[in-house]
T-cell receptor
């Protein structure tokens, strides 16, 4: 249930497996990155963020990895649960556009029981 | 739970009608945003405001207009709705570079 490197519009995993959701960004000046989770019928909700002076940040069951060389961001979810089923978006900002997030294509994560 | 509210949640109207989507936040955030999102697709910024009496157009061209007379309130208006305006509109607020707090969205259908 993992996919590394390639952005996929959909990802299906078994409950309990780890999930990896990928995102590519294009703006070399971006220095702040955020992952959001959007459940059906709701607005996006903040999960975790990372600044460009870091390459890894961990939260509760989630880890974000940043590779500035290839402009790639990933979100790892450990022990995926049915409640993790949602659409996940990455967003980026730069100092010159502080507060104006640019969102990437979403990935729909489906967790099978 | 974020304290940002959007009304109406769902709206179905006929072509040519004027509509206003309301957005209010009680967090005292200076920065507020409107994003447009088609189902399952990415979010596109259409308007933003960095404070009272400050409004700017976003990256995606939109025929809608906004106003910011009070810090907590950021309504979006369409003077004459068309079927091409059918979409979900998401309001958000924040304090600067950092996470955005989103409302639950207003899903607009123009017949």
């Amino acid at each position: 249930g993992e996919s590394v490197g390639l952005h996929l519009p959909t990802l299906s995993v078994q409950e309990g497996d780890n999930s990896i959701i990928n995102c590519a960004y294009s703006n070399s000046a971006s220095d702040y990155f955020i992952w959001y989770k959007q459940e059906s019928g709701k607005g996006p909700q903040f999960i975790i963020d990372i600044r460009s002076n870091m390459d890894k940040r961990q939260g509760q069951r989630v880890t974000v990895l940043l590779n500035k060389t290839v402009k790639h961001l990933s979100l790892q979810i450990a022990a995926t649960q049915p409640g993790d089923s949602a659409v996940y978006f990455c967003a980026e900002e730069s100092n010159t556009n502080a507060g104006k997030s640019t969102f990437g294509d979403g990935t729909t994560l489906t967790v099978k029981p | 739970e974020a304290d940002i509210y959007q009304t109406p949640r769902y709206l179905v109207i006929g072509t040519g009608k004027k509509i206003t989507l309301e957005c209010s936040q009680t967090m005292g955030h200076d920065k507020m945003y409107w994003y447009q999102q088609d189902p399952g697709m990415e979010l596109h910024l259409i308007h933003y405001s960095y404070g009272v009496n400050s409004t700017e157009k976003g990256d995606l061209s939109s025929e809608s207009t906004v106003s910011r007379i009070r810090t907590e309130h950021f309504p979006l208006t369409l003077e004459s709705a068309r079927p091409s305006h059918t979409s979900q509109y998401l309001c958000a607020s924040g304090v600067g570079t950092g996470e955005l707090f989103f409302g639950e969205g207003s899903r607009l259908t123009v017949l």
